[in-house]
T-cell receptor, first 113, second 114 residues
């Protein structure tokens, strides 16, 4: 098992550009989520999904879009990048709600100029 | 809404010394509590979790944590720290049915001196 795979690991964008961060898991987990990590702020939830076709907003959803067409994939789209979106992004998955053990990808570092 | 406070941003301990990292949470009902560890350039890994039952929980790598409802705390402890424990530690709280929707603290960076 590869676990949770995120691509790309590093990306530099210009303000206004769009891009998609990819996330795939091969553990057949129902639940997936996206967090951003900023210095001194810990991890903040952007969007999450409790199953294919179901997504919902987290704490900081503005400027991001998600979809969950399959159990395996949960891409995060930046529609028009802003410098405030410079961050490290983590995708995570968990098998069932009552386990609580999130499996994290290695992160994607995004810089918006 | 739930929240987590980790009052210590940075802690330095000597190898072999004991460690306690503080975590306070705010939530109206019984929370689900977690400690995660992040090594540099890596994602987070679960150290231990508390759902119910025994308030002293054991985790991986020799860590333990104690849930104290009266103090709204879930402090992480280790009797003897190893240099490889240097990392950032995050406390998190979740609620029933929201395993993918944890609220994290701001983290405590642990430095270990030899």
């Amino acid at each position: 098992n590869a676990g949770v795979t995120q691509t790309p690991k590093f990306q530099v964008l210009k303000t206004g550009q769009s891009m998609t961060l990819q996330c795939a898991q091969d553990m057949n987990h129902e639940y997936m989520s996206w967090y951003r990590q900023d210095p001194g702020m810990g991890l903040r939830l952007i969007h999450y999904s409790v199953g294919a076709g179901i997504t919902d907003q987290g704490e900081v959803p503005n400027g991001y879009n998600v979809s969950r067409s399959t159990t395996e994939d949960f891409p995060l789209r930046l529609l028009s990048a802003a410098p405030s979106q410079t961050s490290v992004y983590f995708c995570a998955s968990v098998q069932r709600w009552n386990t609580g053990e999130l499996f994290f990808g290695e992160g994607s570092r995004l810089t918006v100029l | 809404a739930q929240s987590v406070t980790q009052p210590d941003i940075h802690i330095t301990v000597s190898e072999g010394a004991s460690l306690e990292l503080r975590c306070n949470y705010s939530y109206g009902a019984t929370p689900y509590l977690f400690w995660y560890v992040q090594s540099p350039g890596q994602g987070l890994q679960l150290l231990l979790k508390y759902f119910s039952g025994d308030t002293l929980v054991q985790g991986i790598k020799g860590f333990e944590a104690e849930f104290k409802r009266s103090q709204s705390s879930f402090n992480l402890r280790k009797p003897s720290v190893h240099w490889s424990d240097a990392a950032e530690y995050f406390c998190a709280v979740g609620t029933t049915g929201t395993a993918s929707k944890l609220t994290f603290g701001t983290g405590t960076r642990l430095q270990v001196t030899l």
